[in-house]
């Protein structure tokens, strides 16, 4: 049925470091959040199968009757509806100065998405609907949500001074931590943000380190629920580049741009940019907030041969 999603820097904002203001403006924006679930679910509930005939009548999610209202699909937790949430790290930032990977900050950003999952709980007992708590992964929502935080409250060094929010419980993108305690880190909010969540390495081009890959796949297996390599895979049509195209950001403008390193071809059709957004492979091309949200990703995983023979 869909999901709202909360914006965390903002509610961390408005309590202007007041940890116990900060649980009530919390739970009143989780009321609107429920507010506007419960307004899907009214919305949907009387839609006929007709609508969409291959789902709901021939067997894709359903078998009903022509003219029968969807209703029964969407209760009791066949249908999912979700509270999705951005911006962990902006929020505990904004309560106390600290990253979301501190002892401190660890802490309390797995109180912040405890309190949600309970909220769901409750929800979904109340209301028998498929309440679900989803870590947003916000493909444009990012943008958005940094551009209205940032004109309400101003630039703020650490949470506001970027284009872009950090998806969900995610340890911000800028952050130096090796791929393995990010992915021992983020383990932690899967295993409470079971409605949706994903995890990522952003890695190097690894053509001469397949040993390395291979004992991060086993980690990652032991480890987390979802989790995925994030590669670069571009090509130049003018000069054949295979390789990493630049992103770039114009001073005067400040838009971003693409740029291939080896013969300057700056034109979008003459070239395949391929990134993932964060749940998806994409290609051709991202809005300002995103592209540069991608510009500002750590290199978890690099190229490092150092001739020991097992590394």
């Known amino acids: 049925?869909?999901?709202?999603?909360?914006?965390?820097?903002?509610?961390?904002?408005?309590?202007?470091?007041?940890?116990?203001?900060?649980?009530?403006?919390?739970?009143?924006?989780?009321?609107?959040?429920?507010?506007?679930?419960?307004?899907?679910?009214?919305?949907?509930?009387?839609?006929?199968?007709?609508?969409?005939?291959?789902?709901?009548?021939?067997?894709?999610?359903?078998?009903?009757?022509?003219?029968?209202?969807?209703?029964?699909?969407?209760?009791?937790?066949?249908?999912?509806?979700?509270?999705?949430?951005?911006?962990?790290?902006?929020?505990?930032?904004?309560?106390?100065?600290?990253?979301?990977?501190?002892?401190?900050?660890?802490?309390?950003?797995?109180?912040?998405?405890?309190?949600?999952?309970?909220?769901?709980?409750?929800?979904?007992?109340e209301y028998n609907l498929g309440f679900a708590l989803y870590g947003t992964p916000s493909e444009s929502l990012t943008g958005y949500f940094a551009s209205r935080t940032r004109k309400r409250f101003g630039v703020i060094p650490g949470i506001t001074d970027h284009e872009y929010l950090t998806n969900s419980y995610h340890v911000n993108v800028t952050e130096e931590i090796d791929p393995f305690k990010k992915l021992a880190y983020e383990s932690q909010f899967q295993k409470i943000s079971s409605g949706g969540c994903i995890s990522y390495i952003e890695m190097a081009n690894m053509n001469n380190n397949i040993d390395a890959i291979l004992e991060m796949m086993e980690y990652m297996y032991e480890t987390i629920q979802y989790a995925e390599f994030n590669t670069k895979s571009d090509y130049c049509y003018e000069c054949g580049f295979d390789g990493e195209i630049q992103s770039k950001k114009d001073p005067e403008t400040g838009d971003w741009y693409w740029e291939c390193p080896n013969c300057g071809n700056r034109n979008k059709d003459k070239m395949t940019v391929i990134r993932r957004t964060c749940g998806y492979l994409g290609e051709n091309y991202w809005n300002n907030a995103r592209t540069a949200e991608i510009h500002d990703r750590y290199v978890h995983l690099d190229n490092h041969v150092c001739g020991c023979g097992s590394c």
């Open 1 to 125: 049925m869909g999901l709202t999603s909360i914006n965390l820097a903002d509610v961390g904002l408005s309590a202007d470091k007041d940890i116990d203001k900060f649980w009530q403006i919390f739970d009143e924006r989780l009321d609107l959040v429920l507010e506007s679930l419960l307004l899907r679910y009214e919305k949907l509930k009387n839609v006929k199968s007709d609508t969409a005939p291959v789902h709901f009548q021939y067997g894709a999610a359903a078998r009903l009757p022509k003219g029968a209202p969807i209703r029964e699909l969407l209760q009791g937790g066949y249908a999912t509806i979700s509270l999705g949430y951005i911006g962990v790290y902006e929020c505990v930032m904004a309560l106390i100065g600290k990253s979301n990977t501190t002892p401190e900050g660890e802490k309390l950003a797995l109180e912040i998405v405890q309190h949600m999952k309970d909220k769901v709980l409750e929800w979904k007992k």
